[in-house]
């Protein structure tokens, strides 16, 4: 029994060094970032996002088309983003921020996009923060939701959803203006 006294002493010790399996983790005081949990705010941000296909210098770029044996739905295509976030639908008015990512068509039944954007705000004291979107926007519904799976800035740790509904719709050129009324929970 003395013997097995150094061996568990040793299992002991041994089992409180980090190991590479459980070591890469670590708890945090929340208050260490600047975090109070108990201050979390509701915040509602409203803009209009301007989609730009046509003109010298679109901000919205198919980079992958519909196969031509695709739906009528434009299953498959790929458009890459750098759109306008505007006070007003009025593209000439007060930027507040851009739309950075892509769209894509992925539905065989209707037109819904699959749509992942970071809205990179760049007014008042949200400039420099963000949120990122990712979801379906059946864009023919009258009101759409998709998802806030993030953000940074003053906006760490967002999370919400984006209430959307389309301002005007150019069906020659497929500009488009929509109305974003996004809803985050922050810190």
Known sequence: MAALIPIFS?????????????????????????LDLGKEKLSHFRFYWHDVLSGPKP??????PSPSN???TG?????????????????????????????????????ALLMIMNF?????????SGITVLGRNPVFHKVREMPVIGGCGVL????????????TFDPKTGNAVVEYNVYVLHY
């Open 156 to 167: 760490r740790f967002a999370r919400g959803y984006a209430r959307v509904t389309t301002h």
């Open 120 to 128: 990179a705000f760049v007014s008042g004291k949200y400039n420099g």
């Open 70 to 72: 695709a739906s009528a």
């Open 75 to 111: 299953f498959g295509l790929v458009n890459v983003i750098d759109n306008a976030l505007t006070l007003l639908p009025d593209p000439g008015s007060e930027l507040v921020g851009r739309a950075q990512g892509l769209y894509s068509s992925a539905s065989q039944e209707e037109v």
């Open 10 to 34: 040793l299992l002991l010790l041994s089992s409180a060094v980090p190991t590479p399996a459980s070591g890469f983790a670590t708890a945090l005081d929340p208050g260490l970032m600047g």
């Open 59 to 64: 901000s919205s770029v198919r980079v992958v």
